[in-house]
């Protein structure tokens, strides 16, 4: 083995990844990255799996972490945010591509049947909580004027935010966030019963030959407030595998377009419009600014000088809009009749506290559906690699005991796996471009 003089390379990172590179197992730790798809933050676990032939007990495998080149056991952080893992997200955005392609032109266990039955791609949008600088446009399609006289390019900064901050309204705007999934429950409840209604029916009688399937994601807007874009769709009694009755009719609509558009927003949403990707609280008084003694006694926080924030918001880096939203947040969480709605820990999403996309339940397929089926692909690779022979799940039982160990790469480790993530964004564009 050739051992190396490391001293004279400057940066600890390219140290780290020389000493990977000459280390013997370098070929493993490197396919273990490979696997990890690119994974910005990977999480590290120590453990074993026991495959058990459950007619014998006879042990057919066993896998533990410590034959892993690091000892550890990495795994993909499976986190939404392209701020935080733009690998992670991308699969996530992929996943509800398909969950939602799905519910329009069946695959993955939806009849292809489905497509026949009625469905509306549907935009909920929030109401207006005061005037806000935006590009208006005239019925030819041109761009006008913004009521502050000046014409706005797509990319300004002012787009969204308030003409007059000094009349906005914030607070409305806030509780529309944080109301935001209660309002869209209420609107599937509407949506039955007028359904019944335009029926004739009762609404339990109207349950007995139709169900509405839906799926939906949220979107940040420019202006800081949620909207839903939604699909909805129509069905028999049973859901997806059943017709709904013939007086349904039929909305033109194009599957893959709308599933793509709905799922670009899966990730998109997360990151848009200047919210943060951590909560703001400070966590030692969980935002309360005091922690109770025994007998009442409020004691000021030390971590957070009794603000109840983990950094002061007027140091955060984001637009003054957004900066005003967290900050109504911040006031309204002080008054009792708000406290349900927990915003402050909700102040860095402006309020919102709901999933970033739900569906019903007999839209189409789960994300953990789609989820387990990478897994055991991904198994079933690993065990033919191995020349391993082929188990049973009727006959074989999989026990296993895992610990965290931590998350993230070592800095060495971490430029092959930023290596590995260039690589497959290449091949993405080079596909998008029209190549093969
Ligand atoms: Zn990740
Ligand atoms: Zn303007
Ligand atoms: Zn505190």
């Not at 730790?29 to 910005?40: K, M, N, S, V, Y």
Request: charged fraction near 20%.
């Amino acid at each position: 083995m050739v051992t190396l003089d490391l001293h004279h390379v400057a940066s600890p990172a390219v140290r780290d990844l020389l000493h990977l590179v000459n280390h013997p197992d370098f070929e493993r730790a490197q396919q273990q990255i490979e696997r990890l798809g690119g994974c910005a933050e990977p999480v590290r676990l120590t453990g074993r799996t026991t495959t058990v032939d459950t007619t014998t007990g006879e042990v057919l495998r066993a896998y533990t972490s410590a034959e892993e080149p690091t000892g550890s056991l990495l795994t993909t952080c499976g986190n939404r945010r392209s701020s935080r893992c733009p690998a992670c997200s991308r699969l996530y955005a992929a996943d509800t591509y398909h969950l939602i392609r799905a519910g329009l032109s069946g695959g993955k266990t939806v009849p292809d049947t489905v497509r026949t039955h009625p469905r509306v791609f549907a935009t909920l949008t929030a109401p207006s909580f005061g005037p806000v600088h935006n590009r208006p446009t005239t019925p030819g399609g041109d761009i006008r004027p913004c009521r502050c006289h000046q014409l706005h390019d797509s990319t300004d900064a002012l787009l969204g935010t308030p003409l007059n901050p000094a009349t906005y309204d914030y607070t409305g705007a806030v509780l529309f966030n944080a109301h935001a999934s209660a309002l869209w429950a209420r609107f599937t409840i509407y949506l039955r019963r007028e359904l019944a209604a335009r029926l004739g029916l009762t609404q339990k009688a109207a349950r007995a030959m139709l169900r509405i399937s839906f799926a939906k994601v949220v979107e940040y807007q420019k202006r800081g407030l949620v909207h839903f874009h939604a699909v909805i769709r129509l069905d028999g009694p049973d859901g997806s595998t059943t017709p709904p009755p013939p007086s349904a009719t039929v909305v033109v609509l194009t599957d893959q377009a709308v599933a793509a558009y709905v799922a670009k927003y899966a990730t998109k949403s997360a990151d848009a419009s200047g919210t943060l990707d951590h909560a703001l609280f400070c966590r030692p008084c969980q935002g309360r600014g005091a922690t109770l003694l025994p007998h009442g006694t409020p004691l000021p926080c030390t971590a957070c000088d009794g603000t109840g924030q983990a950094l002061p918001l007027s140091r955060l880096a984001v637009a003054r809009h957004v900066r005003q939203m967290i900050r109504t947040c911040w006031d309204l969480g002080r008054l009792p009749e708000f406290t349900g709605l927990k915003l402050w820990k909700w102040a860095h999403m402006l309020g919102f506290r709901g999933h970033f996309s739900t569906k019903s339940r007999r839209y189409s397929t789960t994300l953990g559906a789609l989820r387990d089926a990478r897994r055991t692909w991904r198994t079933e690779q690993a065990r033919s690699h191995a020349g391993l022979p082929e188990s049973d799940p009727t006959t074989t039982l999989v026990v296993g005991h895992w610990d965290y160990l931590g998350s993230g790469y070592s800095p060495g480790a971490a430029l092959l796996a930023a290596d590995v993530w260039h690589r497959k964004e290449l091949d993405r564009q080079f596909a998008a471009e029209g190549g093969c």
